[in-house]
């Protein structure tokens, strides 16, 4: 923070200035000022350094307690977002409306052991989502052998092991299997450093799992195409959501690909489009069709904010931030409902629905997996083979007969006459 402040009041002022200089709306200002008005008028004269969040929440217990009617969920909700805000703004100088990513707090015996490994896989060059993910896998593992009573992590044996394979029948397969994995490797490394002194390993249970187990969501051309005409390009919103929705429909980019797309990646004078796969790191060129290209220009022209960025899609409001790929699959969450598709329990609803769409609408016009393969950017065709899985009419094609001694038994159990035994 450049400017220097003595009291809550000059900070609040302070935020307002900053808030403006970054392009936020004044209505959203708005917003806040009616808890830092109200927070001014509490204690404007506070000195800055005794202010906190404590201090912001015991405020706000003070004025939740002196209304007469309670807040709305969401109300409550926004004034302690301003509390925050103003708490992160005296700290760091920076506006900032993003909820920081929370830490993982390992436990018990096996705490420092598991911050070890966790630094052993930043050291080893391991991805930031593999991290978080074997962290999260590690909290639970954690939680569990603190409270199945492990006091010294010399003491881990099978039956720990075993136990807690067993605590994860409410996960999902999915959920099961990279848990596992992850107890697999964290037993690996524990046993190498001489923390536990017999090999674990082997006491993990192979888990079966394979993701092409599964039939991808996918959504018929008529759906599609309903979901791309619905969407009403009258403001910047619309026009933004249109040419997102474009990408991932006619191209089939992945959320990640998308919002890493740069005005370099568009080829203007060749009609293409240059990305570079943030799954892969491979660099893919796909052929830019007409309604996608001018999709794109119409949002860079009229819908766009104003920014020195050269990431193509942003946030609507200040800052005006590059999106994120939650935020792409939001859209097209929000876009589907809102153009009445139904999307039933455990059917996928975001852009990678629309990927496997797309490869669905190729398969039905016989065009060869290679083909296919080459435009979705997989780098072999047994990737793409897993979207086979979706062209339910020529699996049923492919569907043999039923031998004649089964034929009997079911001819059998429809009249009722098969019994046990």
């Not at 609040?12 to 200002?29: C, F, H, N, Q």
């Not at 307690?65 to 103003?86: D, G, Q, V």
């Not at 596992?180 to 450093?193: D, I, N, P, S, Y």
């Not at 403001?235 to 040419?243: H, Q």
């Amino acid at each position: 923070m450049s400017v220097q402040v003595g009291t809550v009041a000059e900070l609040v002022d302070a935020i307002t200035v900053e808030m403006e200089r970054l392009g936020y709306k004044p209505s959203v200002i708005r917003q806040f000022h009616i808890v830092w008005d109200k927070l001014c008028a509490y204690s404007g004269g506070m000195p800055v350094g005794e202010f906190s969040v404590g201090a912001g929440m015991e405020f706000l217990e003070e004025v939740l307690h002196i209304r007469s009617s309670p807040l709305s969920e969401a109300t409550s909700h926004r004034w302690m977002k301003a509390i925050y805000m103003l708490s992160d703004f005296q700290r760091t100088g920076v506006v900032s409306l993003r909820k920081p990513r929370r830490g993982f707090c390992f436990v018990g015996a096996v705490r420092v052991p598991f911050e070890r490994y966790v630094a052993q896989m930043v050291a080893d060059g391991m991805s930031e989502a593999h991290v978080r993910n074997s962290s999260l896998y590690l909290e639970r593992l954690s939680a569990f052998l603190d409270h199945d009573g492990l006091d010294d992590v010399g003491d881990l044996e099978v039956g720990h092991v075993h136990r807690f394979v067993q605590s994860l029948a409410v996960y999902e397969p999915a959920t099961v299997y990279h848990t596992v994995c992850t107890l697999r490797r964290v037993l690996g490394f524990l046993h190498e450093q001489g923390v536990v002194s017999r090999d674990l390993v082997p006491a993990v249970p192979r888990v079966r799992y394979s993701k092409k187990a599964k039939i991808p969501s996918a959504y018929s051309r008529q759906e599609v195409e309903t979901l791309v005409a619905s969407i009403d390009r009258g403001s910047p919103r619309g026009k933004r959501d249109y040419a997102l929705v474009l990408l991932a429909a006619r191209l089939g980019l992945r959320a990640s690909d998308i919002t890493g797309l740069t005005f370099a990646s568009f080829r203007w004078d060749t009609d293409t489009v240059e990305v570079v796969q943030s799954k892969t790191g491979r660099v893919l060129v796909l052929p830019l069709l007409a309604d996608v290209g001018e999709a794109v220009i119409d949002y860079l022209r009229h819908g766009r904010p104003a920014s020195d960025s050269p990431v193509v899609f942003l946030k609507l409001h200040a800052p005006c931030e590059p999106m994120q790929p939650p935020s792409v699959h939001h859209v097209v969450y929000t876009r589907l409902k809102e153009a009445g598709i139904h999307i039933p329990p455990g059917k996928k609803h975001g852009p990678h629905a629309l990927r496997h769409s797309l490869a669905s609408a190729l398969l039905d016009n016989d065009v060869p997996l290679a083909t296919i393969s080459q435009a979705l950017g997989h780098t072999d065709t047994e990737s793409t083979s897993g979207y086979l899985k979706i062209d339910l009419g020529r699996l049923k094609e492919c569907a043999l007969d039923v031998p004649g001694l089964y034929q009997g038994y079911l001819d059998a159990a429809t009249r009722g006459e098969c019994h046990e035994g």
